[in-house]
């Protein structure tokens, strides 16, 4: 058996083969990124590694040659991946994948604002049609996410946000990795759509509060509306105006319900709790020191 991990060099990617790597006979291990060099770690620890860059699709038959079992990693190119997902889900099936999990997202719906659901969703489309067993990982939003607003809740003593009285099922991207090493190490997800959540919902209260807690001073929810909060992404974080209605739509849906969703997939498939938003965010305390 050959267990093929995409973008192995990333955040989730590493995670992802530090696991696969602890559950199985690294021979059976192969390991793709663009750039083969930032994996000699598992290289040392016999992992196979190989280029692939799913904008080359010349070079993913040779990535996925001999691939029983493949985990596409979506790319994080917003606005310009689909493409490229479809390129690698064709090589996988051509090379004779028997299974193909892909990391999606949860409520990758037509009605859903979230930018990033569409490509998600055509992604999820392609793989069912691929002729390969798949299995979509519909990950949450990740909780290190919350890191970015941190030092600035803290030193502005304000969380603001356009979320308005929505939640989000914030999920650390270490228990992601989990539950896709225990797909590709255990037979019986063909098929299957797992939401990976948290362990609880959270509202810009709860998520002031937190800030608030580990920081060491009173933050206060600012609500603004979709507008104003791209305005002020541009303003004050210096995103193009683009990149800055796209943030904003991550918003709008949990405003609207759609980033909520909780599961038990965290601990059915890796026998353990999923971590918590408090716990994620205070094993990164120095995000919160004021300078």
């Known amino acids: 058996m050959s267990i093929v991990i995409t973008g192995a060099s ?30 000699a770690d598992f290289a040392g620890r016999g992992a196979e590694v190989r280029a692939g860059n799913f904008t080359d699709p010349a070079s ?7 691939a029983t079992k ?14 490229a997902h479809k390129a690698a889900i064709d090589a996988a099936a051509a090379a004779g994948a028997q299974s193909i999990a892909y990391t999606s997202a949860i409520n990758p719906s037509d009605s859903n604002p979230i930018f990033v659901a569409h490509e998600h969703r055509e992604t999820e489309e392609h793989l069912r049609a691929s002729g390969a067993g798949w299995t979509m990982l519909r990950n949450s939003i990740y909780t290190e996410m919350l890191l970015a607003g941190a030092e600035a809740a803290f ?26 090493a225990a797909v590709l190490t255990t037979d019986g997800h063909d098929g299957k759509e797992y939401d990976v959540t948290g362990p609880e919902a959270l509202g810009a209260q709860d ?23 791209a305005a002020g992404l541009v303003e004050h974080a210096g995103m193009p105006e683009p990149v800055a209605r796209i943030y904003t739509t991550f ?41």
Do not use: M, W
């Open 155 to 180: 030193t502005t003593g304000k969380h603001i946000t356009n979320e308005g009285d929505g939640r989000v099922s914030y999920v650390a991207r270490a228990d992601c990795a989990a539950v896709a």
């Open 60 to 66: 993913l038959a040779g990535a996925f040659a001999g």
């Open 10 to 39: 990333g955040h989730l990617g590493r995670l992802v083969a530090e696991a696969v790597l602890d559950q199985t006979d690294p021979a059976d291990v192969v390991l793709v990124s663009r750039d083969p060099s930032r994996l």
């Open 70 to 83: 493949v985990l596409v990693i979506s790319l994080d190119r917003v606005g310009a991946r689909v493409d």
């Open 207 to 229: 998520v002031a509060a937190l800030y608030a807690e580990l920081g060491g001073r009173p933050v206060e929810v600012v609500p603004v509306d979709d507008e104003a909060y």
């Open 251 to 291: 918003g709008t849906g949990t405003r609207r319900g759609y980033s909520g969703a909780l599961s038990t997939t965290v601990a059915d498939l890796t026998g353990r709790p999923p971590t918590s938003a408090r716990d994620v965010l205070a094993a990164n305390r120095a995000a919160f020191q004021h300078r």
